[in-house]
């Protein structure tokens, strides 16, 4: 993995530990139905191994200089990690969701239920960092980042690099 994809990750995971102290309000206000739905393939115009320069081509990938890397035109609210020039993962905010209706915002107990063969993954001691449920399928997963109750992040895509993103850490950009 390059330096500069490691960095990205790294910073996205300290802003979702940072941002994880109580519940946001626009979880509590969402309307119902206004969740997009991201699948275990990725999303209609961007799919797991799909390459950077694919991607860019075709017009859905965009240089973000507010953010911490690239961008899916039409997804402000998903943020596309690449590692070798290919799509691995994909970082969900609200208000995306899985096809099982769990989004950042959702009950931990509720993702639990809709993946019950997800295996818990406990924050390394003495860390400010989130817990994980790793919901897989395959060669893909979900990764829920949670607080033991409310589910946090959502990240979706290649199982393998769901669960190094966790246990690897983070840092910033």
């Known amino acids: 993995m390059k330096l500069r994809q490691f960095g990205f990750i790294a910073a996205l995971l300290v802003a979702a530990s940072a ?9 509590a206000t969402r309307p119902v139905g206004a969740a997009q739905v991201v699948g275990l393939d990725g999303l209609r115009n961007a799919g797991f191994g799909d390459t950077e320069e694919d991607l860019t081509r075709r017009g859905v990938l965009r240089a973000d200089e507010a953010a911490c890397g690239p961008a899916l035109f039409g997804h402000g609210s998903v943020s ?3 590692v070798d020039g290919r799509l691995v993962l994909l970082w969900l905010d609200d208000p995306m969701s899985t096809p099982e209706g ?5 009950p931990v107990g509720e993702a639990r239920a809709a993946y019950p063969g997800a295996v818990d993954l406990p924050a390394p001691p003495g860390s400010h960092r989130f817990a994980g449920l790793l919901a897989r399928d395959g060669d ?34």
């Not at 409310?150 to 950009?173: H, K, M, N, Q, S």
């Open 80 to 82: 596309p990690i690449f």
């Open 102 to 106: 769990i989004s950042a915002g959702s």
């Open 19 to 27: 941002a994880g102290s109580g519940v946001h309000p626009q979880w």
């Open 140 to 173: 893909r997963a979900y990764l829920f980042l949670h607080d033991g109750v409310t589910v946090r992040e959502i990240i979706a895509g290649y199982a393998d690099w769901a669960r190094r993103l966790f246990d690897e850490g983070y840092g910033p950009c």
